[in-house]
């Protein structure tokens, strides 16, 4: 069956309890919420000239966590690791083959652990959007 979204409906409830279930654990304010564009989801692997693995993509978010105002982002590698469940080193070679891609950019802080600036991908984010056609405003139920 093909419903159409409800998003116009002032009826529809969209709120996040309503959206993905009363679970204590994910609304007790322990753990947080992510905002992620949902272009970045739709074009990570097709940016040009080069896309993102689906890893790279997951290191993103991952530092996307960490991006709480303007500044960049500054989780150690050991942090980001433990959270993505792989070693230091493959999280620093996420790290350099998406600065050799050019979009990402590692600000190296003395005595403390690396700014991770994320503009670079943002910007070709936006341009890869003229490529991706709008997400289906159907759905499948």
Known sequence: ?????????????????????????????????????????????KLQPYGLTTAEAMFVLQLMAYKWTEEAPFPSYTTLAKRMGVTPKMVRRYAKTLEEKGYLKRKARIGSSNKFELQPLFDAVVQALQNVPEANPTRVM
Do not use: Q
């Open 1 to 45: 069956m093909i419903a159409e979204s409800n998003t116009n409906n002032p009826k529809t409830n969209h709120a996040l309890v309503a959206r993905w279930g009363n679970h204590d654990a994910l609304f007790s304010g322990r753990e947080g919420w992510l905002g992620v564009p949902d272009a970045f989801l739709r074009c990570y692997g």
